[in-house]
Every structure is written in structure tokens, then in C-alpha cells.
């Protein structure tokens, strides 16, 4: 037992190591029953009459993306096959080139034209202190769009938006930290009485709760989040069907990664009490 | 007057930002309110400022990132061969960036040395390679050839476009896959210091760990199955009633600390963000 005790922490990496690459080799899916917060994520965004308006916040970066990002790419997916409009914007310097990257792949597959049906206005610095400027005047917090480098005025969808968030439906932040979705909520959602939705990762989603229904109309945690709205969208979206078997084989590794903390917390718990025991005999 | 001018601004800052919230709407039937013009000018002028302090932040990090990491190098410390990395990398993605970002107003030389160019594929079959710097819903103007001077060509003439980027290609290649890899390193630490810190010590710490497990098994397809949806309906119950009223309490005793505080600032009497 005092071995077990003392055991080389390098054993228990590569036994997570190990496990997680011989079940992401498998790819055998796991389904998961779609929760009442993701349900209500998909159902604000099918009850936008066509045509709206939607501001998408990518508040990431590389380091949170593979939680963020599948979400992201099947938000982009679910509102441009809806003919939703979309208006991209940043508070995370690092974000912009997956905004840029995603739309590239995506809006040709949907028909859609640079300037008319979406926009990339790309990274504003001043975290909450910006987003307030976004709310109160997104015209004058940017003075040009993020792709083409070009006057805000010769987008044809910014010609319907004006200050005090008027002509935006619906805002989505795909939040990885701060500055991120509480910031929105306080800076934005109250003030200008915007819907919001958001995707986080695990570690903010336990906070999301709080603000739920009020505040966020809904919410995705995580990679678990994201693989129920991906069951959701992928329904209607053939495009979307690798990235939802991708992220389906992705819960059987977290599923056997889970157990295996668990297994470890146990073990641990049982040598520590072994362990107590000797030491008083 | 060195105390009394800062305290001043901040009082003065801090009601007008205070008051435009307060404000009343001008139309008050719509939404989302119309804000009245004179507080909405007031608001959007002090957070166009508060945003040009943040970006001179920006610059003064870098400075200061510089200083000391020179100053270290010159030094001889034993990390100076990292501290040269990440100046040289600083560096270097900075110009490309820039370059990036300002292709259209760069010189020459500079900009073919730092912007890779683009290439249009003409509707002829023939390409054509260089730099945009204007574009319209008719045409656009390409700087092309040898001397890089301005062209115009008609859209009709263009079947598609590259955009090859070395800001992008930096990003991609090098930046993704480091902040990757630093992220996932997060799950062999969770597993090691699962075995050795997790320890039910008391009650309190046995009610989280049990609380844990149960979250850990319900966000999980085997967890839910394994249990019959038992862990499901027990993370559901954990998350929307027990964990929810705790967040909902720190929440809102937060923000009433935070709204004291504001106030205690807003008023004078809190002066520690002077250094006082």
C-alpha cells in the first residue's frame, strides 16, 4: 500500500494518455438525451423569423477551441441555413482568424454574400468597457469591417443596425472565460433588452444556471453541450453529420476519462484511510 | 492638487457614466429604450476613452515586456535564451501583423517582403498576382506587376481569389497547436491530482467529493446508462438547485460589495486605486 501511495505520477499520465488515444482511435459514438437548456439554445434561434439580425461573439481562443469550437461551427451552420444574418464581433485579440476561417467554409455552402448576409467586424479591445461601446453605438466602436478592411458603410447590413442595439435580434457568445458571456449579460442584455444565448466551456457553465431563463434564453456546457445541439441541428444539416460523429466518438472518451478520475479518487481515498490505519496500529 | 485632480475625474466619470444608466428614455414605449442623446453621447465618449486607455495599455505591456526582459538578458539570467524567444517572436508576429493589417498603405519594398500576394484566377484562365488595396460592388484595384502599380479590374473578369496570409499561416500552424497543447495538458494534471489531493478529510470535503463523482458520471453517456439515468437526474438535480442557490448568493452578494465599492469610489472615500 505504501507503494501504491508513492507511485510515480508519470503512470497515472500515461495511463490518460493512453486511454485517450486508443478511444479517439475507436471513434464508437455515444448519444446523449438533449437537456432543457441546450433544447431552449435551438429553439430561440428556429423561432427568428428569416431575414434577422444576430450578433455572434467569439470570445476564445486556440487554447479553449476544442470545446468552443464545435458549438461555434454548428451555431454558424444552424444560422445561416435559417437565412439569419449575422454580424460577427470580438473581445478576444486571438479569435478573429477562426471567425474568418468558419465562414469561409460555410457561407458558400449556404449561398450566402460577404457584406449582405454576414460581416466580420473582427477584435475591439476594452473587454466589458467595449462591449458597453458595442451596445451603445456599434458603428462608432468600429470604424472599419475586419476581413476587407472597408468602411463600415459600404456594408449593406450594418445599414439596418443602429445604436442601442436596434435592428439585432438575438446575441450568441461562444465564451471561453473573461471577458465573455457574464460581461455581455451585465453590459448588454439587460440594457438594451437583447435575447442572449451562449456556449461555454465546462468550467463557466456551472455559473450559467443563475442566469437562466431571464438572462440567457440558453446555454450549452461544453463538449457535452455541444454534442446535444449537434444532435439537434445535424438533424436538418448534412453538412454538420462528420463534426457530430466526430464529437459523438469525442463522449466516449470523455465518458472513460470521467470514470477513470473517479477510479482515481477512489483508489486514492482508500489508500489514504489504509494507509491512516497502519500508521495507528 | 496631485490627489484632489484624479479624485475629482473619478467622481465626475463616475456619475456621468452612472446617471446615463438612470436615465430616463426618452421614448419610453420602445424596444429596446431610446436613450437621450445628451447621455448617450456623454456614455459613448467616456467608454471611447476608457477603450484608448486600454489599447495604450497594450503598448505600455510591450514596453515594459521589453524593458525587463533586457534588462535580464544583459543580465546573464539563466532563462535568457527563452526571454530571447519570446522577444524575437513578439516581434516578429507584431510586424507581420501590422503588415497584415496596413498591406494597402505599406511601402514597396516592405510590403512585398512581408505580405504574401494574393492571386486572382481570371475568368480568361490566366492569374494574376498582387495586392488589393480597394475594392467596389463593379471592381477592384489590384497593385500588380513588377512595380506594383495600381490596376483596376472589372469583377466579371475574376472566377475566384487566394488570400494567402503569413499572419494566418503563423496562427495556424504555430500558435493553435501550442495553446493546444497547453490546454490539454490540464487533463493528466486533473488525473494525478485526483488520486493524490482529493482526500475525504471531513464531511464538507466527502459531500464534494460525492458531489463530484455524481456530476462527473451525470455529464457523461456511460455515467447515465451505467446508472439507469439515475446520475443524469442527480447532476439536473445538483445543478439546478443546490449549486444554482449558491451561485445565485455569491452572485448577488458580490455585486453588492461591487456596488459598494463603486459608490465608496464614486463618492471619494475609497482612494486605494491611488495608491493611498
Redesign the interface.
Known amino acids: 500500500m505504501k507503494n501504491l501511495a508513492a507511485i510515480d505520477r508519470r503512470w497515472i499520465f500515461l495511463a490518460m494518455g493512453t486511454l485517450v488515444v486508443v478511444l479517439y482511435a475507436l471513434k464508437i459514438p455515444g448519444t446523449l438525451p438533449v437537456n432543457e437548456y441546450v433544447q431552449s439554445y435551438y429553439d430561440t434561434i428556429e423561432a427568428l423569423p428569416e431575414g434577422s439580425i444576430v450578433m455572434l461573439a467569439a470570445d476564445f481562443d486556440p487554447a479553449s477551441a476544442a470545446e468552443i469550437e464545435p458549438m461555434y461551427v454548428a451555431t454558424i451552420h444552424h444560422l445561416l441555413r435559417r437565412n439569419l444574418r449575422v454580424i460577427n464581433v470580438s473581445t478576444w485579440p486571438a479569435a478573429p482568424p477562426y471567425t474568418q476561417k468558419y465562414f469561409d467554409e460555410i457561407a458558400p455552402q449556404y449561398g450566402k454574400v460577404y457584406g449582405v448576409d454576414w460581416v466580420e467586424l473582427g477584435y475591439t479591445p476594452g473587454d466589458d468597457v467595449a462591449m458597453g461601446l458595442i451596445g451603445q453605438s456599434l458603428k462608432s466602436t468600429f470604424s472599419t469591417d475586419d476581413r476587407n478592411h472597408a468602411p463600415l458603410a459600404q456594408l449593406p447590413l450594418l445599414a439596418e443596425v443602429s445604436d442601442s442595439f436596434r435592428g439585432i435580434a438575438l446575441l450568441v457568445s461562444s465564451s471561453a472565460g473573461y471577458p465573455g458571456i457574464l460581461e455581455w449579460i451585465a453590459q448588454v442584455g439587460g440594457r438594451y433588452q437583447v435575447p442572449i444565448l451562449t456556449g461555454t466551456t465546462a468550467v463557466q457553465t456551472t455559473a450559467l444556471y443563475a442566469y437562466y431563463p431571464n438572462q440567457l434564453k440558453g446555454f450549452l456546457g461544453a463538449i457535452t453541450g455541444a454534442t446535444q445541439y449537434l444532435q439537434l441541428v445535424g438533424r436538418d444539416t448534412p453538412a454538420l453529420h462528420a463534426l457530430l460523429a466526430e464529437n459523438q466518438a469525442r463522449m466516449l472518451v470523455q465518458s472513460w476519462s470521467h470514470l477513470l478520475i473517479i477510479g482515481l479518487i477512489v483508489l486514492g481515498n482508500v489508500v489514504y484511510f489504509l494507509g491512516k490505519r497502519g500508521a495507528r496500529a | 492638487m496631485k490627489r484632489e485632480i484624479p479624485i475629482l475625474l473619478t467622481v465626475i466619470c463616475g456619475l456621468l457614466i452612472t446617471i446615463s444608466?438612470f436615465a430616463p428614455s426618452s421614448n419610453p414605449g420602445a424596444?429596446?429604450?431610446?436613450?437621450p442623446p445628451v447621455w448617450?453621447a456623454v456614455?459613448?465618449e467616456l467608454?471611447?476613452w476608457?477603450?484608448i486607455l486600454?489599447?495604450v495599455a497594450?503598448l505600455l505591456g510591450i514596453a515594459n515586456l521589453f524593458r525587463i526582459n533586457l534588462k535580464q538578458i544583459a543580465a546573464g539570467h539563466e532563462d535568457r535564451v527563452y526571454k530571447a524567444v519570446l522577444l524575437v517572436t513578439m516581434s516578429g508576429f507584431l510586424v507581420v501583423g501590422l503588415a497584415d493589417?496596413h498591406a494597402?498603405d505599406l511601402p514597396r519594398p516592405l510590403l512585398a517582403a512581408l505580405v504574401p500576394a494574393r492571386t486572382l484566377v481570371l475568368s480568361d484562365g490566366g492569374t494574376l498576382d498582387g495586392y488589393?488595396i480597394a475594392?467596389s460592388q463593379t471592381d477592384v484595384t489590384l497593385r500588380t506587376g513588377p512595380g506594383l502599380e495600381p490596376t483596376v479590374i472589372p469583377l466579371e473578369r475574376i472566377a475566384s481569389e487566394t488570400a494567402p496570409s503569413l499572419?494566418?499561416w503563423i496562427?495556424?500552424k504555430l500558435?493553435?497547436p501550442l495553446?493546444?497543447t497547453?490546454?490539454?495538458l490540464l487533463?493528466?494534471y486533473?488525473?494525478?491530482a485526483?488520486?493524490?489531493?482529493?482526500?475525504?478529510r471531513s464531511l464538507e470535503a466527502t459531500l464534494l467529493?460525492a458531489a463530484?463523482?455524481v456530476v462527473?458520471?451525470g455529464?457523461?453517456?456511460?455515467?447515465?446508462e451505467a446508472t439507469g439515468g439515475l446520475a443524469?437526474r442527480a447532476l439536473?438535480f445538483l445543478?439546478?438547485y443546490v449549486?444554482?442557490a449558491g451561485?445565485?448568493a455569491i452572485?448577488i452578494g458580490a455585486t453588492l460589495g461591487g456596488l459598494a465599492t463603486g459608490l465608496r469610489i464614486v463618492l471619494g472615500i475609497e482612494r486605494s486605486y491611488l495608491s493611498e
Do not use: H, W
Open positions: 444608466f424596444v429596446p429604450p431610446v436613450e448617450q456614455n459613448a467608454l471611447e476608457a477603450k486600454f489599447a497594450f493589417t494597402r488589393v475594392r499572419k494566418l496562427y495556424d500558435f493553435i495553446q493546444a497547453m490546454f490539454s487533463a493528466f486533473v488525473a494525478s485526483a488520486f493524490r489531493a482529493f482526500r475525504a467529493l463530484g463523482c462527473m458520471l455529464q457523461v453517456p456511460i455515467g447515465n443524469g439536473a445543478m439546478t449549486s444554482t451561485i445565485r452572485i
